[in-house]
């Protein structure tokens, strides 16, 4: 698609990073029935090649509108669109640049940054985990849209003392939501590579991510996090007292597996980011080459189970193939499903900003999901595990839980 930056946009870096992805672009249409809220709503504006458009003319001048933001807030940033793009567009590269433009340039009315502004500092603040217990112990008499979003507490288990012992130790997260919401699939996490021989710890002074603050209008505080990752981290893996970042969140990994992208343009950091980048592996990925030792350790196998891959797993990180094959290599029963590609609507903060949107496409997958009966949904994200939890008396948990208790029961 030929494209003329307006004055502002040129010779700059994201605008040269915007032009040659709308370069790409052939305005074939193949991503609109990949696209969830294409689906929904049917609104060429709510579609990949729609938005695409929309960006184009923003950067090309036209004058930003709430109503385009709305547009692009709609986007769930699912990727499903680059999945099936035969011209290879990065529309996520490209969204997360309209996004931040139009945040500069248009107020949102003060619901929604009052709603934002609360989120961000909600999740990213130390008292979290306590607030979310307190949640928790409130829900049998919240509404039933307040009481879906908090998960009941699951006894996360001792974790095996020693492991420092180990030749092989990796990092996990810090600071997450995750653990706070669900100490469960962290323990879990630590007890199966306890248990095949690999050591894991958490490194002092790294955080979140950043995907809250990317991800609700706050891109530069989301970069400071990014940085203070990289100082946490690198040191170690370079020096080799630990081997790999392990992410058991697919939404946190594919976050940070764009370090090197989001960073691409700090001169202090662009080339530490593409450093760090080797070592982020999924847990999928860095136990898929062990799955005969973890198998081994296992004393029964988890039953017939449906497996709900977040899209930040098989459209962000590719790893949905490599995810299947270790899940059937340990035994699990997987069961297909229809629309298997398509997103469940959790989306981060989605399930908050968008919540009509966000439930059609959470029942909508479970309707698919029920059918084929399982006894167990597996996943890879606690945002999708928490959201569809909400809508099924299935239980649902991450992979490596069922794995766990196979082996510790
Ligand atoms: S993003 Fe890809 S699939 Fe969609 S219209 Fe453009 S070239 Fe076609
Ligand atoms: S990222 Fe997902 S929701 Fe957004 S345009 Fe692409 S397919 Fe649609």
Known sequence: MQTQLADWAQDTDFGREAEEILRRCTHCGFCLSAC??????????????????????????????????????RCLTCHACETVCPSGVKYGALVDIGRQVIAERVRRPWRERLLRGVLRRLMGSPLFGTLYRVGRWLRPVMPAALRAK?????????????????????????????????????????RVLDAVGVGARYASGSGCCGAINFHLDAQEAARDQMRVNVDAWLPLLESGEVEAVIVNASGCGGMIKDYERHLAHDPAYAERAQRLMPYVKDIAEFLAPMAQAVRAKMRSAPGRSAFHAPCTLQHWQGLRVTTERLLQDLGFDLQDFAESQMCCGSAGTYSITQPELSMSLRDRKLKAIEETMPQTIVSANIGCICHLQGGTDIPICHWIESVDEAMHG
Not at 52 to 69: D, F, N, R, S
Not at 157 to 186: K, T
């Open 150 to 190: 908090i998960t009941v507490a699951r006894d996360a288990g001792p974790l095996p003392q020693g492991r420092e012992r180990h030749a092989r130790q990796v990092l996990m997260l810090a600071n997450c939501v995750q653990p706070a919401m669900m100490p469960s699939i962290d323990a879990a996490t630590i």
């Open 36 to 73: 969830p809220t294409y689906q929904i709503l049917g609104d060429e504006l709510d579609s990949p090649r729609g938005r695409i458009y929309q960006m184009k003319q923003l950067l090309e001048g036209a004058e930003p509108t709430y109503v385009t933001q709305q547009h692009l807030d």
